[in-house]
């Protein structure tokens, strides 16, 4: 028979054999954390059984320590009757030892022996005829190190106890011992062959690695928590969007945060006094207080005002309303990617071309679990000729097959700057049927404006409120929890793909 | 989206017939309005329109577009109409306060039940908050019309000179009175303020108060369930949404049975007749809907699909004249009507195609090339992605890390002061996640790659985004060293000359902070955190911390 030990549990099997077969964890010379993992690993071989022990220790309490350096009050009280011979009368005492410390030093000294009382005419006088004060010693020894408790005299115990000198504490004792087999393998009765739970560069180029056993490891057994850097899982999700929609060939754009109203609203035909620009569906800016520099758009603007108010060359009847050029320039929070949409169609884009945008949009919500204060709106524009309805729901279920949809339907919708409008569906295993996107042909009171050939040129645009779609993936049922402010989540998060 | 409810017995009884709820869902697939709740139990059913069909408000709206849907009835209803009953004046004075009435009479009505008062009660709360912006621009009074004796006013006079008894009061006060002291008067007061301190007022031909718009209606035209004759005001500053309104309110009491009579609003510089006695039309090619729609579609077919619309259309063989009643105020130009046969027609009955010949090359944008590159290379480094909000708080930004007040972009109507600024660095967001995770097990590496918004008048918007990246690193035992490590290997992994140069900025600490200038040019800042500022936060270990610029400058 043959036992295979590392080089740690032969240590610790080799220590506490030579310590009689029996000791305390705490009292071996290995290191105590290392010393438990060995012991442990011994015990599953056999070699030796552990017992656990809870004991009460004394340690100082802080008045302990007080007296212990200051001294207690009966051996202040011997210092002054042995600096004054001997002898001295309680009042003199009382001069020297305040109130309460007066009376526990008169009181435990007699108790211990340590003076006795004489009354006389000239009044009382103390005596000093002993000078042991048991708990001085036990007070130094635990000054240092903690003391059983069942290792102190019960009466001074008692007096420690009462005196509020000391505190216990309880520990629990490891104790060790060897079995039988344990001998056995320490002295070599049984032969035990040394194993290797590393493998080192040392053992490798002296060859030692093939003279030891290589310890087999507890596959079972979890390892160490590792917690590796790590993208977001919501910009992760994201990022898998962006790829999907670069692979469809769309060529991604982007537009301020702090936007004029003009971009966000004007060009895309929604009329001034729509509901959705007012304050509480857009974010306006106080600082900075001047509005937009639209200058160099100077012509556009004028087509669009044009447009808003009869419809200028678009063939539409317009709003019919008075347009106001210093609405158009006030700054708000871009509160639709629209806005992006709408800056790049009108620089003037090649037909055909593709285009998205990723980005936050901002919208005065009151927080909850459904609104957050910023979200990620995902556009794109499909802008070619002969473009028709059929192939805005064609583009919308692609988008949604490449994010893992396989049924999808529409729903007529309005948006003001599509039309038609369209909203898009898709069936989720366990949700049913949920919107994912709001989409239309831009409206020719859009595109007109920008100088494109509507309607033999038409732009198919689709939005999404991608953070629906994230939480969904990401098993979340908060919005706010894609901004989530807790690290451990995020360490913990898994990443979709 | 507006929503309403309706009771269901009544929408059953005017339909003419019970749907479940499946076939009522598959009918509204071709529409734009949404199946909110069905409840039997609650005998309610709600739905949510949307702001361009305004007319489905009212639920006699709704009923005859499902009539039409489901081929019951075609085209523009024919409601019978008298024109021209009598006269509504308005004077001078008014315009100035509230300018614009319209007015109608309607004979006849069926509004014998309790539901059918409230269903055009709410009805009208609803137009007031939608299309009215809660009455500013559009208010509505609706009047028993054997109380009324034509012709009728509309004038101002002075608030403390005339009085009546307001709808729901029983004794007769002033109009300054109804202003300050009823609820509906405190509530809208401020609608019609004017220094003379005159009120707008319907007015019969005995010089009666009808009512007093925006405000309140006079207890003496009340409506009372049996009701026969309707006499309607719509007053508001917008002639064109008032008109619209009107012929919603009028056509869902021609669904009712009623007998619509015109009247002659007379203005002191114009006369109009309202409701709009006949539809207007518009010409549409036949070929563009087709082009629009994506199927080739006889000119049958398109007539038809408008006509279940409930519109009336006529075809040559390539243009299509359409009709369009009053209450539709959603055509603006021919593609209006090419979306109606569209929907009408059926979205999913259409198909789908993904065009193939769409041929263009993708490409990510190149805020977000160099935004990816570093995210790679912060991973590798083993930095914990985070993401913050751009909308934060000044104390966030600024005294609560130590930093020194900048100009920074502020909203006019925040939600909360905790989201009234938008950041202008990375940097207090990093600081405040690592005080909100002191429990979280250290080291803790975390970064940031995200916009900011820096003040920027030459800009023409004001601000400009500054795309950033921001790390940093929290231990028991961390330093500048360490920091400085991470920031070279990016530096060197991406090719960048990286050079320090020795400043001072809070929140760091004197004597360990530098500007981080890459390839030259001033990118960034990069040092230990004050430990004064580390304990305000509740952080109790070093923490080392770099903000820079993306993109990169050339070299």
């Keep these: ?497 | 989206m507006p929503v309403i409810t309706v009771n269901m017995r009544e929408f059953f009884r005017l339909l003419g017939e019970e749907l479940d709820e499946d076939e009522l869902t598959s009918l509204l697939e071709y529409t734009k309005v949404n199946l909110e709740a069905y409840d039997p139990e609650e005998g309610e059913i709600e739905f949510e329109v949307t702001a361009d069909r305004m007319d489905l408000v009212a639920m006699e709206g709704l009923i005859r577009l499902i009539k039409g849907l489901m081929e019951r009835e075609l085209g523009i209803p024919r409601y019978p109409m008298r024109r021209k009953a009598f006269q509504v004046r308005v004077t001078e004075s008014v315009r100035r306060i509230r300018p614009y009435v319209v007015a109608a009479l309607v004979k006849g009505v069926d509004l014998t039940t309790e539901e059918s008062l409230i269903s055009l009660i709410e009805a009208q709360e609803k137009l007031h908050d939608t299309l009215g912006r809660k009455r500013k621009r559009v208010s509505i009074g609706l009047h028993d019309f054997s109380k009324v004796v034509p012709p009728i006013t509309y004038d101002a006079r002075p608030a403390d000179k005339v009085s009546f008894v307001p709808l729901g009061e029983y004794a007769e006060m002033t109009a300054q009175e109804v202003l300050e002291q009823t609820e509906k008067g405190r509530e809208y007061a401020h609608l019609i303020e004017n220094p003379e301190n005159l009120v707008p007022l319907i007015l019969d031909s005995r010089d009666e108060v009808l009512s007093l718009p925006p405000i309140i209606n006079s207890e003496l035209t009340r409506l009372t369930p049996g009701v026969r004759d309707l006499f309607i005001d719509v007053t508001g500053t917008d002639l064109r949404a008032i008109s619209y309104t009107l012929e919603i309110i009028v056509s869902a009491m021609g669904e009712r049975g009623g007998e619509i009579h015109t009247l002659e609003v007379v203005y002191p510089d114009m006369k109009l007749e309202t409701p709009k006695p006949e539809p207007s039309e518009m010409f549409v090619s036949e070929d563009f809907i087709r082009r629009m729609v994506g199927i080739p579609m006889s000119s049958e077919e398109i007539i038809h699909q408008l006509r279940r619309a409930r519109l009336d259309a006529s075809s040559d063989g390539s243009i299509a004249r359409v009709m369009i009643p009053g209450f539709r105020a959603d055509f603006l130009h021919p593609v209006d009507v090419a979306e109606e046969v569209a929907i009408t027609y059926g979205l999913n009955n259409l198909g789908y195609e993904l065009p193939l010949n769409v041929m263009t090359v993708g490409k990510r944008h190149p805020r977000e090339k160099v935004s990816a590159l570093v995210r790679t290379l912060m991973i590798g480094l083993g930095y914990q992605e985070v993401l913050n909000y751009v909308m934060t708080s000044r104390t966030s930004l600024f005294s609560s890390v130590g930093r020194e007040e900048r100009p920074v972009v502020e909203v006019a109507n925040p939600v909360s002061e905790s989201y009234s600024v938008l950041r202008d660095s990375l940097i207090p967001g990093l600081l405040h996640f690592l005080a909100a995770n002191t429990h979280a097990k250290y080291p803790q590496r975390v970064f940031e790659v995200g916009d900011v918004v820096v003040v920027d008048y030459s800009y023409e918007t004001r601000a400009r985004d500054e795309r950033r990246l921001a790390a940093a690193y929290a231990d028991y035992s961390v330093g500048f060293e360490d920091i400085y490590s991470h920031l070279k290997a990016l530096a060197d992994n991406s090719g960048i000359e990286l050079e320090l140069e020795s400043y001072g900025e809070r929140p760091f600490l004197q004597g360990r902070c530098a500007k981080v200038m890459l390839n030259g040019v001033e990118a960034g800042l990069i040092g230990e955190i004050d430990p004064e500022i580390l304990l305000k936060l509740g952080i109790t270990v070093p923490v080392a911390l770099f903000e820079i610029r993306l993109p990169i400058p050339e070299k």
């Design chain 1, 1 to 497: 028979m043959e036992i295979s030990l590392s080089r740690g549990e032969i240590e610790l099997l080799e220590e506490l054999y030579s310590r009689g077969g029996r000791a305390r964890l705490d009292d071996l010379k290995l290191a105590k954390s290392k010393a438990a993992a060995w012991a442990n690993l011994l015990k599953d071989k056999g070699l030796l059984t552990i017992r656990e022990r809870r004991k009460r220790y004394l340690t100082l309490s802080d008045r302990g320590r007080k007296h212990l350096e200051e001294g207690l009050p009966e051996e202040k009280l011997i210092r002054l009757l042995r600096e004054r011979g001997g002898k001295a009368s309680l009042e003199e005492l009382r001069s020297y030892l305040a109130g309460e410390e007066f009376n526990v030093a008169l009181g435990e000294g007699q108790k211990k022996g340590l003076i006795r009382l004489e009354k006389s005419e000239k009044g009382t006088f103390a005596l000093l005829v002993g000078r042991e004060v048991p708990e001085r010693s036990i007070l130094e020894r635990i000054s240092s190190t903690p003391l059983e408790e069942s290792e102190v005299n019960h009466t001074v115990l008692k007096s420690l106890r009462k005196r509020g000198l000391v505190e216990v504490v309880e520990r629990t004792e490891v104790e060790l011992e060897l079995t039988d087999l344990g001998r056995q393998a320490a002295e070599g009765r049984i032969k035990v062959v040394e194993e290797v739970g590393k493998l080192t560069r040392d053992l490798i180029l002296t060859g030692e690695w093939r003279k030891r056993r290589l310890k087999a490891y507890d596959v079972k057994a979890s390892p160490p928590v590792t917690y590796p850097g790590k993208p977001h899982p919501y910009v992760h999700f994201l990022e898998e969007v962006r790829e999907i929609l670069i692979g469809m060939g769309f060529v991604e754009v982007k537009s301020p945060i702090v936007e004029a109203e003009f971009w966000n609203f004007d060009v895309l035909f929604q009329a001034q006094d729509h509901p959705a620009r007012e304050v509480h569906d857009s974010y306006q800016v106080a600082f900075p207080s001047e509005g937009a520099d639209l200058s160099q758009y100077s012509s556009l603007v004028e087509r669009v005002g044009m447009t808003h108010e009869h419809g200028w060359e678009t063939g539409s009847k317009g709003w019919g309303y008075k347009w106001s050029f210093d609405i158009a320039r006030r700054l708000i929070l871009r509160s639709q990617t629209t806005a992006a949409s709408a800056r790049t169609l009108a620089s003037g884009l090649e037909v055909p071309s593709k285009i998205f945008a990723i980005d936050k949009v901002f919208r005065p919500e009151t927080p909850d679990r459904t609104h957050a204060i910023e979200f990620h709106q995902c556009e794109g524009v499909v802008l070619a000729e002969d473009m028709n309805v059929r192939h805005l729901m064609g583009f919308l279920a692609e988008f949604a097959r490449q994010l893992g949809f396989r049924e999808v339907k529409f729903k007529p919708a309005y948006f003001p700057f599509t039309e038609p409008s369209v909203e898009a569906y898709v069936k989720h295993e366990t949700l049913g049927w949920i919107e994912i996107a709001g989409s239309g042909l831009f409206r020719p009171e859009m595109l007109i404006p920008m100088g494109y050939d509507y309607p033999r040129v038409q732009a198919l645009a689709w939005g999404i409120g991608i953070g629906r779609l994230a939480m969904i993936r990401l098993g979340l049922d908060d919005i706010r929890e894609l901004h989530s402010q807790n690290l451990e989540y995020l360490r913990r998060a898994k990443l979709v793909w």
